[in-house]
């Protein structure tokens, strides 16, 4: 009897984890996370906040998230070639960011490099579209999907997970950019 509940607990168990394993199998192999907001300024007041890496502190949503966190900074102040890397909490993490397109002021590339709580490697795109004197603010990362991160995306929704973040900072850009000089 108690070998018959073993084998049974197990059977449910490996279908369990091949359940997990066919729907890991079918999900894609890059994933993309895309929030926009419209802010009442011109583009070139809000690059600035977008391509000078210390002034993220006014409207990025994971400085908030662990104000002790370690920063430093190299390369130019702004543009091409500036680099940020971080080490903090569980809420941050540690990585580092790099400038890598600098097109003042439509749009800016980033090569975005985690290494915890996991590793991985992203593009980040901010694009800027003048429309009127409003300007529409495009903010997009996009990665590749190792095995190992789509059964982790059979579980957990990277654009649910990131997306609210981007919502809070586009919406604190969108406060600051707007603020009276």
Same mark, same amino acid.
């Given at each position: ?7 049974? =607990? ?10 997990? #394993? ?26 600035? =906040? ?40 569980? /809420? ?17 590339? =980033? ?10 490697? /992203? ?12 300007? *529409?603010?495009?903010? *997009? ?31 604190? #850009? ?8």
């Amino acid at each position: 009897m108690l070998k018959t509940v073993l084998l049974s =607990l197990l059977a449910i168990i490996v279908l369990g984890i091949v359940v997990v #394993l066919a729907l890991a199998a079918r999900k894609p192999d890059s994933f993309q996370v895309t929030r926009t907001t419209t802010i009442n300024a011109p583009p070139e007041r809000i690059y600035p =906040l977008i391509a000078d890496f210390k002034a993220w502190s006014a409207w990025s949503p994971w400085e908030k998230k662990d104000p002790a966190m370690k920063r430093s900074f190299g390369g130019p102040e702004t543009g091409a070639g500036a680099t940020y890397a971080w080490a903090g909490d569980k /809420n941050v993490g540690e990585g580092s960011m790099r400038i890598v397109e600098a097109k003042a002021p439509e749009r800016l590339s =980033l090569k975005l490099d985690f290494l915890k709580p996991f590793e991985a490697h /992203n593009d980040v795109v901010f694009s800027l579209a003048p429309q009127g004197s409003a300007t *529409t603010v495009t903010w *997009t990362m996009t990665g590749p999907t190792p095995f190992v991160a789509k059964i982790m995306h059979v579980f957990f929704d990277m654009d649910r997970m990131v997306g609210g973040d981007f919502e809070t900072g586009l919406a604190a #850009l969108k406060a600051a950019a707007e603020r009276p000089a």
